[in-house]
């Protein structure tokens, strides 16, 4: 698996490059043949014009007779063993070893990728057509995708049946396939695929129409001609049971049309679906009250912590109630750098703990890549351990190792806690070390777009820095899990996002962290 880490994706050009570089060698080769036959055609046939001026002379002419007799002997076997095609067989071979030794993509790969790109389109509300173009929020990424990309868009869609995106990817495949001089696709291939997906969609009548269409092109399309007929069904049946509705209707003179969804009226924010608010702050609709957000402040501190004397902190306040911090400046480039490097051969398809089973498994509520350090791997891994109990003022005895994260283009974690609820099987019961208390997550690297942490019921995202850390409580004093601590990671729009987290344990910070007075105290 490739696309899950952006960092994983850089041996993809390195294969790229190989296979360019053999494929000019192969052209090279190819054309030096080209230009050898084209020398001998044109030498030839100059000697060939000259002799039916004037056959009779021509041949009289000792030296002419003698050329004449090495052309079809010497020359043309020549001309043959130019004609030689091991150089494609070597080139065919190259190209199948390859596999053998350079990383490759998978189809999974490819449909990941792709539903990586839909997920993208949705979370950002992105143009399909401005996307093609080449353009992510206004800025020009990347060159145009062709009606043939779009159209292969589509049918990755297709075939995870997800007909919504089909729809518009095989209509830009449309759009794009009509302004093309060099098709790269047929129109029938786009019309099948958009046709059948109007359909499911719920519009019977222009998928009828769009086949039709195909059937202009191609007669005796099987699969549209079997389509139409069902379509022509459904239509009628469509009709029959319309007009049995309206019969019903008016002898009981009900209307009980339910309301559509913008007749409803959308009550206060915190109404909305989680996944709403997610979304929403992803995007950077929403934002915590000016009200709220006047009362956070920034300050150096020092917790009276030796230390910290020296190298204040510098606090930043994202959220008072749960309280959510962020550092700024507390990991240089150069432990960054180690903690990448030690981490990017190690990196596997993160998981997620199964709360029923306990299994860890993969889902694709969490995509990217992850491998763990521990203190003893290098200096740095541990100045950044002592840095955590330095900012927090916890102690790091009981806390998990050192994870690293790095997320590809559309790589995502969804609302979920950081702790363990109760009655759910995890893999801390074993450790005997308590529930994860809190969370200190670094930012590794700047995102360009996209890829905030948001706590879609504060309504606050955290934009990656490179450098800060971000810092709250995942238990109440208490012990009890702070549910409000939900938290999601968006999914990265551009650029690659590197996190490292550690998540500290009950165990051993009782004379650390002050119980409190009152219930569920934070
Ligand atoms: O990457 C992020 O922004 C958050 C990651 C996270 O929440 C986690 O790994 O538990
Ligand atoms: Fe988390």
Request: proline fraction near 3%; glycine fraction near 6%; include cysteine.
């Given at each position: 698996?490739?696309?899950?880490?952006?960092?994983?994706?850089?041996?993809?050009?390195?294969?790229?490059?190989?296979?360019?570089?053999?494929?000019?060698?192969?052209?090279?080769?190819?054309?030096?043949?080209?230009?050898?036959?084209?020398?001998?055609?044109?030498?030839?046939?100059?000697?060939?014009?000259?002799?039916?001026?004037?056959?009779?002379?021509y041949?009289?002419?000792?030296?002419?007779?003698?050329?004449?007799?090495?052309?079809?002997?010497?020359?043309?076997?020549?001309?043959?063993?130019?004609?030689?095609?091991?150089?494609?067989?070597?080139?065919?071979y190259?190209i199948?070893?390859?596999?053998?030794?350079?990383?490759?993509?998978?189809?999974?790969?490819?449909?990941?990728?792709?539903?990586?790109?839909?997920?993208?389109?949705d979370t950002?509300?992105?143009?399909?057509?401005?996307?093609?173009?080449?353009?992510?929020?206004?800025?020009?990424?990347?060159?145009?995708?062709?009606?043939?990309?779009?159209?292969?868009?589509?049918?990755?869609?297709?075939?995870?049946?997800?007909?919504?995106?089909?729809?518009?990817?095989?209509?830009?495949?449309?759009?794009r396939?009509?302004?093309?001089?060099?098709?790269?696709?047929?129109?029938?291939?786009?019309?099948?695929?958009?046709?059948?997906?109007?359909?499911?969609?719920?519009?019977?009548?222009?998928?009828?129409?769009?086949?039709?269409?195909?059937?202009?092109?191609?007669p005796?399309?099987?699969?549209?001609?079997?389509?139409?007929?069902?379509?022509?069904?459904?239509?009628?049946?469509?009709?029959?049971?319309?007009?049995?509705?309206?019969?019903?209707?008016?002898?009981?003179?009900?209307?009980s049309?339910?309301?559509?969804?913008?007749?409803?009226?959308?009550?206060d924010?915190?109404?909305?679906?989680?996944?709403?608010?997610?979304?929403?702050?992803?995007?950077?609709?929403?934002?915590?009250?000016?009200?709220?957000?006047?009362?956070?402040?920034?300050?150096?501190?020092?917790?009276?912590?030796?230390?910290?004397?020296?190298?204040?902190?510098?606090?930043?306040?994202?959220?008072?109630?749960?309280?959510?911090?962020?550092?700024?400046?507390?990991?240089?480039d150069?432990?960054?750098?180690t903690?990448?490097?030690?981490?990017?051969?190690?990196?596997k398809?993160?998981?997620?703990?199964?709360?029923?089973?306990?299994?860890?498994?993969?889902?694709?509520?969490?995509?990217?890549?992850?491998?763990?350090?521990?203190e003893?791997?290098h200096?740095?891994?541990?100045?950044?351990?002592?840095?955590?109990?330095d900012?927090?003022?916890?102690?790091?005895?009981?806390?998990?190792?050192?994870?690293?994260?790095n997320?590809?283009?559309?790589?995502?974690?969804?609302?979920?806690?950081?702790?363990?609820?109760?009655?759910?099987?995890?893999?801390?019961?074993?450790?005997?070390?308590?529930?994860?208390?809190?969370t200190?997550?670094?930012?590794?690297?700047?995102?360009?777009?996209?890829?905030?942490?948001?706590?879609?019921?504060?309504?606050?995202?955290?934009?990656?820095?490179?450098?800060?850390?971000?810092?709250?409580?995942?238990?109440?004093?208490?012990?009890?899990?702070?549910?409000?601590?939900?938290?999601?990671?968006?999914?990265v729009?551009?650029?690659?996002?590197?996190?490292?987290?550690?998540?500290?344990?009950?165990?051993?910070?009782?004379?650390?962290r002050?119980?409190?007075?009152?219930?569920?105290?934070?």
């Amino acid at each position: 698996e490739l696309y899950t880490a952006l960092a994983d994706m850089e041996e993809l050009l390195e294969t790229e490059g190989v296979l360019i570089q053999s494929l000019s060698t192969f052209i090279k080769a190819q054309e030096d043949m080209l230009n050898r036959l084209k020398r001998y055609q044109s030498d030839l046939s100059r000697e060939h014009e000259r002799a039916g001026q004037d056959v009779q002379s021509y041949l009289s002419n000792p030296i002419n007779a003698y050329t004449l007799v090495k052309h079809l002997t010497t020359d043309w076997k020549d001309i043959e063993s130019i004609l030689d095609d091991s150089k494609i067989k070597e080139f065919q071979y190259n190209i199948s070893n390859y596999h053998a030794v350079l990383k490759f993509p998978t189809d999974e790969d490819l449909n990941g990728a792709a539903v990586a790109l839909m997920r993208l389109q949705d979370t950002y509300k992105l143009d399909t057509s401005a996307v093609a173009r080449g353009l992510i929020n206004g800025v020009q990424y990347s060159t145009a995708l062709t009606a043939g990309d779009c159209f292969e868009l589509g049918r990755q869609s297709y075939n995870n049946k997800d007909f919504y995106h089909t729809v518009q990817w095989m209509t830009e495949a449309l759009q794009r396939y009509d302004e093309e001089n060099n098709k790269t696709i047929t129109k029938a291939d786009i019309l099948e695929y958009l046709a059948f997906s109007t359909y499911m969609e719920g519009n019977v009548h222009t998928a009828l129409e769009m086949t039709d269409e195909l059937l202009t092109l191609v007669p005796n399309h099987n699969r549209a001609i079997g389509n139409r007929v069902y379509y022509l069904q459904d239509i009628s049946q469509r009709a029959l049971q319309k007009k049995k509705g309206e019969d019903g209707e008016a002898s009981s003179g009900l209307n009980s049309q339910p309301l559509t969804v913008s007749e409803k009226k959308l009550g206060d924010i915190e109404e909305l679906p989680e996944r709403e608010l997610y979304e929403r702050l992803c995007r950077g609709e929403v934002t915590m009250s000016p009200a709220k957000q006047a009362r956070l402040k920034c300050r150096y501190i020092h917790k009276d912590n030796p230390f910290l004397f020296l190298a204040r902190l510098r606090e930043e306040e994202a959220c008072l109630s749960p309280r959510i911090v962020l550092y700024h400046n507390v990991l240089a480039d150069a432990e960054i750098e180690t903690i990448k490097h030690l981490a990017q051969p190690r990196l596997k398809r993160a998981t997620v703990q199964n709360y029923k089973t306990g299994e860890l498994e993969v889902a694709s509520y969490r995509i990217s890549k992850s491998a763990w350090l521990r203190e003893e791997e290098h200096h740095h891994i541990a100045t950044v351990v002592q840095r955590v109990e330095d900012m927090t003022g916890l102690t790091c005895t009981t806390a998990e190792e050192l994870q690293v994260v790095n997320y590809g283009i559309g790589g995502h974690y969804e609302p979920h806690f950081d702790f363990a609820r109760r009655g759910e099987k995890n893999a801390f019961k074993s450790l005997g070390t308590g529930n994860r208390i809190a969370t200190t997550l670094f930012y590794m690297s700047d995102v360009p777009q996209g890829g905030a942490t948001v706590f879609p019921h504060l309504r606050v995202a955290l934009y990656p820095q490179k450098g800060t850390a971000a810092f709250w409580f995942n238990l109440h004093r208490n012990g009890e899990g702070d549910y409000r601590t939900r938290h999601a990671a968006c999914p990265v729009l551009t650029g690659s996002k590197w996190v490292s987290n550690k998540w500290l344990h009950e165990r051993g910070q009782e004379l650390l962290r002050k119980c409190g007075l009152t219930e569920n105290e934070d």
